[in-house]
């Protein structure tokens, strides 16, 4: 076992922590005190040196500490670092969750792939963490039974950097185009890491004579993901080398706006019901009213709004097109009427 304290490390590694406690408390406005956090750990640079950063920071923030590590079974070396997982969590006395996923038949794999591997993996992993968040209690080694529970995950400023190129490649649009969230309340989902540049884990490692899993499939240009990391994001960084920390301030401004509009939203969204007054639109600026029809449209079930429907809607309303209804993703519907705007369900 790896001894860790604050104390113990070098200056480098220890500034390290400290930035990412600080990251926690004052940019994310995230308190772990008597939380219970699950580290999704791969075995990967980002994962093992999250791991070991939040060994010595919880004498400090005083939150307990589990393990939990999901095999999609798509590589033969996989079940190894499921037990290493495993082992990692037993060397540190810290509860460990593992699941193995049914081996996928080579002849599936192909139309897998064509499906969509990453989110059908996206979709395994958010189950396994739902199950985990669901379970009564955690097993000895975790006293407060009674505690927030919440998944963290080793994602980082370079995952940010591709995340932001990937919806901008989608057609995301403001402030989404700023990234994924630190804090996810709703799922309970936590990024300790995500201002943090990837060379400044895989540094910290080697200062600790750690080594990592490297994952071949992050070599396989068929997924979107790693054509921008291989690919997208180089040329970026050689046009602006200062690129990750633009994208750091880009993933800032984002959440400052994010919660203006999440401010006004919730004063001029209807309390219950499905129809948004005329009156409350009139004193709302186009801008919020478009946030206002993507919010309740996404709240009613699964489908993606388009810009140009939210577009053709407001236009409706605008023009007093009473009776005129315009059609969503999902087979949702919004119809325009001298009272309002009446949401359908799909």
């Known amino acids: 076992m790896l001894p860790l304290t604050l104390q113990s490390l070098d200056p480098n590694s220890a500034r390290l922590c400290l930035s990412i406690e ?5 940019e994310s406005d995230f308190s772990p005190q008597g939380k219970e ?3 999704a750990y791969s075995g990967g640079a980002d994962s093992k040196a999250l791991f070991f950063i939040l060994l ?5 923030l005083r939150f307990t500490l589990a393990l939990a590590h999901l095999d999609h079974a798509f590589r033969a070396s996989s079940a ?4 290493a997982a495993r082992l990692l969590a037993e060397e540190y006395a810290l509860p460990f969750y593992g699941k193995r996923l049914d081996a996928p038949a080579p002849a599936n794999l192909k139309s897998a792939r064509k499906m969509g591997l990453e989110e059908a993996g996206r979709l395994a992993r958010q ?12 097993r000895a080694g975790i006293p407060q039974s009674g505690a927030e529970r919440w998944i963290v995950t080793g994602h980082q400023l370079n995952d940010l950097a591709e995340d932001i190129l990937m919806r901008l490649l989608r057609g995301g649009g403001w402030p989404a185009l700023g990234g994924m969230r630190a804090v996810d309340a709703k799922n309970h989902l936590l990024r300790p890491l995500l201002l943090t540049p990837r060379k400044k884990l895989e540094d910290f490692l080697l200062n600790l004579k750690q080594d990592w899993l490297r994952d071949p499939m992050n070599d396989d240009q068929t997924f979107l993901r790693n054509r921008v ?9 050689q046009e602006n080398p200062a690129f990750l920390k633009t994208c750091a301030e880009l993933w800032r401004l984002a959440r400052l706006d994010q919660t203006l509009f999440e401010q006004d939203l919730r004063l001029a969204l209807p309390v219950g019901g499905k129809l948004m007054s005329d009156a409350a639109l009139r004193t709302m600026p186009k801008a919020l009213r478009l946030r206002a029809y993507k919010q309740l449209l996404e709240q009613s079930g699964p489908g993606q709004p388009l810009l140009r429907n939210l577009l053709a809607l407001d236009k409706a309303w605008e023009k007093r097109r009473y009776g005129a209804t315009t059609q969503f993703p999902g087979r949702k519907t919004v119809q325009v ?3 309002g705007l009446l949401f359908g369900e799909p």
């Open 37 to 39: 956090l699950i580290l």
């Open 56 to 60: 010595a920071l919880r004498p400090r």
């Open 127 to 138: 189950q396994f963490f739902t199950e985990i968040r669901n379970l009564p209690g955690l």
């Open 337 to 339: 009427s001298p009272q």
């Open 22 to 26: 600080k990251f926690l408390l004052e």
């Open 229 to 237: 990391r291989a690919k997208i994001l180089p040329l970026f960084l």
């Open 80 to 83: 190894e670092e499921l037990e």
